[in-house]
């Protein structure tokens, strides 16, 4: 089990490198990883021209099921909503507070002979409550 959970971890570390990467050379800045506050947690916060992205990372070996963006549901979404809102709150965040925010998801998913990527921006639009 343990061998698992560390697989699982190597592997999210590996897709937020290529995440990551992949931002960068289209011109984001990336701002911070895995930013937590409490038990919630941002994958990537980056910035371009249009404003600040929230960007979660679904990475998966060979997808038999779903693709790894229908894994982000709006349980995961709404958390994803509140890290940013206190991301923006905080000392790093303050200065990115009248940006534009989106929400955005970056799917990877590793077969046997190629790696998948897609990149959906402004993935989900929040529902402030």
């Known amino acids: 089990m343990e ?5 699982k971890r190597e592997l999210g570390r590996l897709g937020e490198d290529i995440a990551c990467d992949w931002l960068s050379a289209h011109g984001h800045t990336v701002l911070r990883r895995n ?3 409490g038990h919630l947690e941002i994958d990537i916060v980056s910035i371009d021209k249009d404003g600040i992205h929230f960007v979660e990372v679904k990475t998966r070996r060979f997808s038999v099921q779903a693709p790894p963006q229908e894994s982000v549901n709006r349980a995961k979404q709404q958390n994803i909503v509140k890290a940013a809102a206190r ?5 790093e965040g303050l ?8 929400f955005d998801v970056f799917a990877i998913t590793f077969n046997k002979d190629s790696t998948t990527t897609e990149w959906i921006p402004q993935a989900y639009i929040p529902i402030y409550k």
């Open 3 to 7: 061998d698992c959970i560390r697989h």
């Open 35 to 37: 930013y937590r506050s």
């Open 95 to 102: 200065p990115y507070g009248e940006m534009e925010c989106m």
């Open 87 to 91: 991301f923006l709150r905080s000392k």
